[in-house]
């Protein structure tokens, strides 16, 4: 299986981090391909903008979709947007490593998605949902909390996780054809002991062991 693991946190010593470096060593140990993307590593650029295309449709006026359309059919996409471009429709399984920052994606990797689900490239037309662009792979969203799992409920003091994840997992990878697993959370790592997060990094890296036979689950919709 060929694997890619996106991260999106600035500190490397950070549980993400080790989340992270968990899935990459279990998985290669496991025979699977991976392609990892650490996006502050990298410095990606979430910012949309011209610097994201090397051809222009329509020099006076920017709208992003249609440069994307543009750069679709002129092989016109920038080195950084067609190299993660590229991993996408090179993986079967794709991951994203990171913490949920105010009810929703860090920055950084909200505007990975802005500029590397280009329209045409990865969705448009009738290329949407169930018959979209990355129909038949999977994502899997592997994430931490800053507060514990009783919060995150129904009526509870932040309400329901799958409401908050719904917009990710059903908006994003699902709009665009990714079929999705239940997501991996770790609630308030920061709350644990040590030997409670080593035993957390042991049950994710035993999930990944047989993550090539699990099912997608049902995320729901507006």
């Avoid at 920017?62 to 750069?71: R, S, T």
């Avoid at 994003?172 to 030997?195: C, K, N, S, T």
Wanted: proline share 6%.
């Amino acid at each position: 299986m060929k694997v890619l693991v996106v991260l999106a946190h600035p500190e490397p010593k950070s549980f993400n981090g080790a989340m992270y470096r968990a899935a990459v060593e279990t998985l290669l140990v496991e025979g699977h391909e991976v392609e990892t993307s650490d996006l502050y590593q990298m410095d990606f650029d979430p910012v949309s903008g011209r610097h994201s295309f090397t051809t222009v449709k329509d020099p006076d006026y920017f709208k992003p979709q249609l440069e994307e359309l543009y750069a679709t059919e002129n092989d016109g996409f920038a080195e950084d947007v067609e190299n993660e471009i590229e991993k996408i429709e090179w993986c079967d399984l794709m991951i994203w490593q990171f913490p949920l920052w105010w009810f929703g994606l860090p920055g950084i990797l909200k505007g990975w998605v802005d500029r590397v689900f280009a329209m045409g490239r990865t969705y448009g037309g009738d290329k949407l949902y169930a018959n979209g662009v990355f129909k038949g792979k999977r994502a899997l969203l592997s994430l931490t909390t800053g507060g514990p799992a009783p919060a995150y409920v129904k009526g509870g003091f932040q309400g329901d996780i799958d409401a908050i994840l719904r917009p990710i997992q059903r908006g994003m990878l699902q709009f665009v054809g990714f079929d999705v697993l239940a997501p991996q959370i770790i609630f308030g790592p920061v709350r644990l002991d040590d030997a409670q997060r080593k035993n957390l990094l042991v049950a994710y890296a035993e999930r990944l062991k047989s993550i090539e036979g699990e099912k997608p689950i049902d995320v729901g919709v507006y």
